[in-house]
């Protein structure tokens, strides 16, 4: 009795070690979502916290809406851009884009140019896209600058 007793003392925290052990292995094997990968600005600038499938999400609603205009990588050269009086923001340029605060930039993409005394030809957003998936633009509008804003 006293063997068995013995053995089991020594075989139940093995076993859980054990499956500690593998539990976080196979975690680590199949749930490659939980490491979130930096992209491009991600480290230095408020692009900081989007990442993986939010990060996803925003760039998805970028190609969507705003890239025949300001283009594939946010340079400003979309495909409309020629036929627009004044040209559209590069998103890459971290000089211009430092100068909006995040709030301005929420503005102008939901109520459009107009609203804080720029071209018209930025539509407003307010009615296409929700307030959340406005505020991932502004985030991905910062990992595309690298930049925050500096006031
Ligand atoms: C029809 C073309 C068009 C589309 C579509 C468009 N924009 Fe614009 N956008 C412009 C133009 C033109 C300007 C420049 C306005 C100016 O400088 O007076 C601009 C300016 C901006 C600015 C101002 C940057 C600054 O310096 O403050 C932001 C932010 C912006 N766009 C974000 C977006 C986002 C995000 C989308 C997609 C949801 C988008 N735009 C879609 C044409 C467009």
Do not use: W
């Not at 013995?6 to 076993?15: C, E, Y």
Request: hydrophobic share 30%.
């Amino acid at each position: 009795m006293t063997g068995f007793r013995g053995v089991l003392k020594i075989t139940v925290p093995l076993m859980a070690v054990f499956f500690m052990v593998c539990g976080t292995q196979t975690s680590m094997a199949f749930s490659p979502k939980k490491f979130n990968i930096p992209k491009k600005g991600d480290a230095s600038s408020g692009g900081e916290g989007l990442s993986g499938a939010a990060l996803d999400e925003a760039k998805g609603n970028y190609q969507l809406y705003c890239v025949m205009c300001h283009g594939n990588e946010g340079k400003g050269d979309g495909q409309l851009a020629p036929t627009l009086d004044i040209p559209p923001a590069n998103h890459t340029d971290p000089e211009r884009m430092s100068k909006a605060s995040d709030e301005r930039l929420f503005k102008t993409i939901s109520q459009g140019g107009a609203s804080v005394g720029l071209s018209e030809s930025m539509p407003p957003h307010n009615t296409t896209l929700s307030e959340e998936q406005i505020r991932g633009l502004v985030k991905y509008l910062r990992v595309l600058c690298g930049c925050q804003y500096k006031g």
